[in-house]
């Protein structure tokens, strides 16, 4: 989707981070081959309205840019895992989830 912002690089996540204080931001991160990751990826992109104008939303291939997720992992204090949603908001976790439990539904509760 165009408006999801792929993390190829380390900095971006310190921006994402920054600009939490400002605005929610979601970070999926995506198991490009895994079966669970393509049904959660699916139920996003199917629920996308319920978050398009809460959060910038950010999209990670965590296969090709696993040092990322680690970062990720470590900075944010959260278990890895795949597929996961980590909504951040002035610079701390307030909600994640992951496999079949992410529904933009849910998410979009955390946002309000």
């Known amino acids: ?7 190829t690089e380390k ?5 994402i981070l920054e600009n939490s204080s400002a605005k929610p931001q979601i970070i999926f991160k995506d ?7 393509a ?4 139920k996003l992109q199917n629920g996308f ?4 104008d809460k959060a910038d939303f950010h999209y990670l291939d965590l296969l090709t840019f696993r040092p990322i997720s680690n ?4 900075e944010l204090k959260v278990t890895h895992q795949s597929p996961q ?7 701390q976790v ?13 998410i979009a509760r955390h946002l309000s």
């Open 94 to 106: 307030i909600y994640t989830s992951s496999h079949n439990a992410i529904d933009p539904a849910v």
């Open 85 to 91: 949603i980590i909504l951040v908001k002035d610079k």
């Open 11 to 15: 900095e971006q996540f310190y921006t």
């Open 49 to 52: 309205e319920q978050i398009a």
């Open 39 to 42: 049904h959660a990826k699916y």
């Open 31 to 37: 198991s490009t081959t895994c079966g669970i990751s």
């Open 71 to 74: 970062l990720i992992a470590q």
């Open 1 to 7: 989707m165009k408006s999801w912002n792929s993390v």
